[in-house]
């Protein structure tokens, strides 16, 4: 389940379940959405990326979908694995405009 | 891959002395590289933009004199606390703008401590 702690809220999921991480953007105008994984104590890591010319996108194992009409996107991972125990971030930009805004941010629990 | 290091990667310093942390892109150019600080539980939160050659760009409210940015060739941007306080104790976090790509690549990030 879902839960909202002081400042990150965490999702809880089993191993081998789907696990989808949510985030609500704040630019209307935003147009490039990048979804970085952070491990405890690391920099975050590029996981997936979708332009707003799409509303979804697949890689390995993820996908990221893109509701521009309500400034939501969200991460689905598949068969989740402890090794995906992270906090998750999305992050938003304007086109031409390198600078990143980063969402509060997803804690995932995965349990063996 | 991209790989951007930050040296170094913890520190611990006493209130009032200066430390200075680096962030290198290792195989690739960067013209612009990002300096972030997160605390515990929460996101990173942009504090400037550097540009080779040029003085950096601060958010509202980060004080340009406290956190020094350098950005001096290519490789290598530094961001000096100056006068650190318990308060400036966080995880910062670089970021560097490949210059033939544009796509954007993390340091692992530098725990600092302020005792």
């Known amino acids: 389940g879902e839960s909202v702690g002081l400042h990150l809220p965490t999702l809880s999921v089993q191993e081998g379940d789907n696990s989808i991480i949510n985030c609500a953007y704040s630019n209307s105008a935003s147009d490039y959405f990048i979804w970085y994984k952070q491990e405890s104590g690391k920099g975050p890591q590029f996981i997936i990326d979708?332009?707003?010319?799409?509303d979804k996108r697949q890689g390995q194992r993820v996908t990221v979908l893109l509701n521009k009409t309500v400034k939501h996107l969200s991460l689905q991972i598949a068969a989740t694995q402890p090794g995906d125990s992270a906090v998750y971030f999305c992050?938003?930009?304007?086109?031409?405009?390198?600078?990143?805004?980063f969402g509060k941010g997803t804690m995932l629990l995965v349990s063996p | 891959g991209a790989v951007v290091s930050q040296h170094p990667s913890w520190v611990i310093c006493k209130s009032g002395t200066s430390v200075k942390i680096e962030c290198r892109s290792l195989?690739?150019?960067?013209?612009?590289m990002f300096w972030y600080r997160q605390f515990p539980k929460q996101s990173l939160m942009l504090m400037a933009t550097?540009?080779?050659?040029?003085?950096?760009?601060?958010e509202q409210g980060v004080e340009k004199d406290k956190f020094l940015i350098n950005h001096a060739s290519l490789t290598l941007s530094t961001l000096t606390v100056t006068s650190a306080h318990p308060e400036d104790s966080s995880f910062y976090i670089c970021s560097a703008l490949r210059r033939t790509s544009g796509e954007q690549y993390f340091g692992p990030g530098t725990r600092l401590t302020v005792t």
């Open positions: 992050a938003e930009s304007l086109e031409g405009d390198s600078t990143l805004t």
């Open positions: 550097s540009n080779e050659g040029s003085k950096a760009t601060y």
């Open positions: 195989d690739f150019q960067a013209t612009t």
């Open positions: 979708i332009r707003s010319n799409m």
